[in-house]
């Protein structure tokens, strides 16, 4: 975690994970930060949602290469279908970890508590 920009917005501490150009409309981003920490990204009719990687099914670090639709994610596994902002599991059962996010100065940046 060293490496990462860190700055501070509205007094909490925040890194930079990616760059505002990482994450598109068409397909997730995944970003590894640790073990404990493994991230997938997507943009939402232009605004960036960030979520845990590991799809709570199988626990299997996917969901990055779901199919992204009207703001859910379908993971590519066995199609289990989440929220994108809220982390709910469509379906009812497990669902996202959601994490909170902002994009400024051409990066995508969560709070650094969240990931430390
Ligand atoms: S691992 Fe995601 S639905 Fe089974």
Same mark, same amino acid.
């Given at each position: 975690?060293?490496?990462?920009?860190?700055?501070?917005?509205?007094?909490?501490?925040?890194?930079?994970?990616?760059?505002?150009?990482?994450?598109?409309?068409?397909?997730?981003?995944?970003?590894?930060?640790?073990?404990? #920490?493994?991230?997938?990204?997507?943009?939402?009719? !232009?605004? +960036?949602?960030?979520? &845990?990687?590991? *799809? =709570? #099914?199988?626990r299997i670090a996917c969901?990055?290469? !779901?199919? +992204?639709?009207?703001? &859910?994610?379908? *993971? =590519?596994m066995h199609a289990w279908?989440?929220?994108?902002?809220?982390?709910?599991?469509?379906?009812?059962?497990?669902?996202?970890?959601?994490?909170?996010?902002?994009?400024?100065?051409?990066?995508?940046?969560?709070?650094?508590?969240?990931?430390?």
């Amino acid at each position: 975690m060293t490496d990462r920009r860190r700055t501070t917005f509205d007094g909490e501490e925040w890194t930079q994970i990616a760059r505002t150009v990482d994450v598109s409309e068409r397909q997730g981003f995944r970003v590894e930060i640790d073990i404990e #920490h493994d991230l997938a990204l997507f943009r939402v009719q !232009g605004t +960036v949602r960030a979520v &845990t990687n590991v *799809c =709570p #099914h199988k626990r299997i670090a996917c969901l990055y290469d !779901g199919i +992204v639709d009207n703001g &859910t994610i379908t *993971c =590519p596994m066995h199609a289990w279908r989440f929220d994108l902002a809220t982390g709910d599991n469509v379906n009812g059962g497990g669902g996202l970890r959601v994490y909170a996010v902002r994009e400024v100065e051409g990066g995508v940046w969560v709070r650094s508590n969240d990931i430390d």
